[in-house]
Nanobody, 116 residues
């Protein structure tokens, strides 16, 4: 079994920065990709950033130029550096862990609130 835990959320002002962390523990030897999603009130969950086993990254258009996704050398911890935050970034941010589509796990989410 795999446990996924996010941390680092909080409240910041417009233009501020936060770094989210996601730690996957348990049987994590064969992670194919990790990703950050976010869900705004009343809306569906949307992909924010993704990093695969090769280290290739993808950042969604609304976050390009502001957010960076990285991971540690053990490939079981992922980070999301968020700069120039806007009120529209306010959401619950979720970590997603994929094992080559055979198993997928979600974290419980961490709240990010950006005030104007």
């Amino acid at each position: 079994q795999v446990e996924v835990v996010e941390s680092g959320g909080g409240s910041v002002q417009n233009g501020g920065s936060l770094t989210l962390s996601c730690v996957a523990s348990g049987s994590v030897a064969d992670i194919s990709a990790m990703a950050w999603y976010r869900q705004k009130p009343g809306l569906e969950r949307e992909l924010v950033a993704r990093i695969n086993d090769k280290g290739d990254t993808m950042i969604a258009v609304p976050a390009q130029g502001r957010f960076t996704v990285t991971r540690n050398s053990a490939k079981d911890t992922m980070y999301l550096q968020m700069n120039m935050l806007k009120p529209d970034d306010t959401a619950v941010y979720y970590c997603f862990v994929d094992f080559w589509d055979t198993q997928k796990f979600w974290g419980q989410g961490t709240q990010v609130s950006v005030s104007s």
